[in-house]
C-alpha cells in the first residue's frame, strides 16, 4: 500500500488573512503575508488504499468535521481516490491561535500527493492546501511567504510563494501563551461573522494592500521597526473590525494587553520588537535574534509559557 510522511512548520501571518470572497474554494479578501516557524511542526503520515476513510488526529480518532475537511482535501487530489488513513500528530497546542492549521493541511497535502503518485508543483499544492484552510497556502513555503489574493473566479492564481528565503533575516518570534486551550470562536466562524455583520469590514478590506506593500519593503531591508509598524497595525485593525462584529468576536485576555503593553515599552528602551495576535489571546512578538532572551524573560514573568521559534522551512516529505 503506497505510504508517504510529511512534516511542515505552522506560519504566523504579519499581514492578516481575515475575510473570505468566495466559500466553497476557500478564497480570501485580502492578500497576506507570514513567516515559517521551527521547530513546532505537524507531522502526518497518508496510507493511499486502506479499508476505510480513516483519520487519527494527535492519536485519537478525529472528529466528524475534522474529517470532512481533510477526506474533502484527499478528493482533490484525486477524485476518484481509494479509502485513505490519514494520521497526523502536532507537537504544539492544537487550536490555541498558534496555526495548527497551517501546517496540519501543508502536511496533507505533501504527503497525500506523494502517497497518490500525483506529484504537484508548489503552486498546485499551495492551492490544494488552501482549500483545507487558507493560512496552510503560506505553510508549503519556508521563511517569509506571501499569499497572493488572485483575480480569478476559479482562484488558481490565489496561492503562496517565497518572497525571502529562511536564512534572509536572524529573527526569533516568542509566542507567549495565556491560554492554550481550545478557542471559543473559530477562525472561520469568526471571520464570517465578521465579514457578514461588522461596520468595519470594507475598511479591514481597503487597508491591507498598502500593508501588504510596506511589509515586503520592510522584510527586503530587514527593518524590524518598519515591519513592526504594519503588523501591529494589521493586527489592530483586523481585531478591531471582529470586535464590532454583532455579536462581538473577542479573543483578547487581560494577559494580551499586558504582553502589548510590555512590547511597547521595550520598543521605548530601545529594544526593536512588535507583536500580532490571531484569533486567540496568544501574543506573537518578532524580535531580533540577539535581543530574543531579554523579551523572553519580559514576557515569561506574566505568560503562563513563552516559547522561541525561528524560521522554519519548507513543508518537505520525510523517509
Ligand atoms: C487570524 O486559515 O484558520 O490566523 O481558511 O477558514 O481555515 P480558514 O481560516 P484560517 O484563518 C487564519 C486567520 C488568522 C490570520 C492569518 O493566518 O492570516
Known amino acids: 500500500m503506497p505510504v508517504a510522511t510529511a512534516v511542515a512548520h505552522p506560519n504566523i501571518a504579519l499581514c492578516k488573512y481575515w475575510g473570505k470572497r468566495d466559500r466553497p474554494l476557500n478564497l480570501p479578501s485580502v492578500g497576506s503575508l507570514s513567516l515559517t516557524l521551527a521547530p513546532f511542526s505537524t507531522t502526518t503520515t497518508v496510507e493511499w488504499g486502506a ?75 499551495s492551492v490544494m492546501a488552501r482549500r483545507g484552510s487558507g493560512s496552510a497556502s503560506r505553510s508549503i513555503f ?38 492554550a486551550g481550545p478557542k471559543g470562536v473559530s477562525s472561520r466562524d469568526g471571520m464570517l461573522r465578521t465579514q457578514e455583520t461588522s461596520p468595519f469590514y470594507p475598511a479591514w478590506v481597503a487597508s491591507a494592500p498598502r500593508d501588504l506593500a510596506e511589509a515586503r519593503a520592510a522584510i527586503r531591508d530587514r527593518d524590524l521597526l518598519a515591519l513592526g509598524r504594519v503588523m501591529e497595525r494589521s493586527a489592530l485593525r483586523m481585531h478591531a473590525s471582529m470586535m464590532a462584529a454583532d455579536p ?46 531579554v523579551v523572553a ?10 516559547h522561541i521559534l525561528h524560521p522554519g522551512g519548507p513543508a518537505r516529505l520525510v523517509p
Open 51 to 125: 479499508e476505510r476513510d480513516e483519520l487519527v488526529f494527535n492519536g485519537r480518532p478525529a472528529s466528524a468535521e475534522e474529517a470532512r475537511k481533510v477526506f474533502a482535501v484527499c478528493d482533490l487530489v484525486d477524485s476518484w481516490r481509494p479509502r485513505v488513513r490519514v494520521a497526523s500528530d502536532n507537537d504544539f497546542p492544537t487550536a490555541a491561535g498558534l496555526a495548527s492549521s497551517s501546517s496540519g493541511f501543508a502536511a496533507l497535502v505533501l504527503a497525500a500527493t506523494a502517497a497518490a503518485g500525483h506529484p504537484r508543483t508548489v503552486e498546485q499544492l
Open 142 to 179: 519556508g521563511g517569509w511567504a506571501e499569499w497572493k489574493l488572485g483575480e480569478r473566479d476559479d482562484g488558481m492564481d490565489s496561492y503562496a510563494f517565497e518572497i525571502a528565503p529562511v536564512d534572509h533575516w536572524d529573527v526569533r518570534m516568542l509566542v507567549a501563551i495565556f491560554d
Open 248 to 293: 462581538p468576536v473577542l479573543y483578547w485576555k487581560s494577559g494580551s494587553v499586558w504582553a502589548q503593553e510590555c512590547v511597547r515599552s521595550l520598543r521605548d528602551q530601545g529594544v526593536p520588537c512588535a507583536w500580532t495576535m490571531d484569533a486567540g489571546p496568544n501574543v506573537k512578538v518578532l524580535v531580533e535574534a540577539a535581543h530574543a532572551d
Open 297 to 306: 524573560e519580559r514576557l515569561a514573568r506574566v505568560a503562563d509559557q513563552v
